[in-house]
């Protein structure tokens, strides 16, 4: 596995929709820049959609709650978007379970 995280951005404007595509290995401290990255995608224009493909990821459980959790309110986190601009995101992920963090195997 490679755990260098990368991502590419694919924007249709005719269509209002980007498709943010992450590959390596998100964790909760990488997934601040998968954050910053939908941010600049959602600000080209209003009432984009946004989806995260993370199907070809390996994501910890913690981070895809938290991409789950930003999905539902359709906001960014506040620390990420201060002011909060709505984000209609939806996340593609893996059907296979996303990896478990060495504290949850230790439980």
């Known amino acids: 596995m490679n755990s260098k995280l990368n991502i590419v951005v694919r924007v249709d404007l005719d269509r209002s929709k980007a498709k943010v595509i992450a590959t390596g290995h998100i964790t909760i401290h990488s997934i601040n820049a998968l954050y910053v990255v939908a941010k ?44 909060q601009a709505p984000c209609t995101i939806s996340v593609l992920a ?13 439980a």
């Not at 989806?51 to 620390?79: F, K, Q």
């Open 94 to 106: 893996d059907r296979r379970y996303p990896r478990q963090t060495a504290g949850r195997l230790a």
């Open 40 to 83: 600049r995608a959602n600000s080209l224009r209003g009432g984009l959609d946004l989806e995260l493909d993370i199907s070809s990821a390996w994501v910890d459980e913690e981070a895809l709650d938290m991409l789950r959790a930003a999905s539902e309110t359709r906001h960014l986190p506040a620390r990420i978007d201060p002011e």
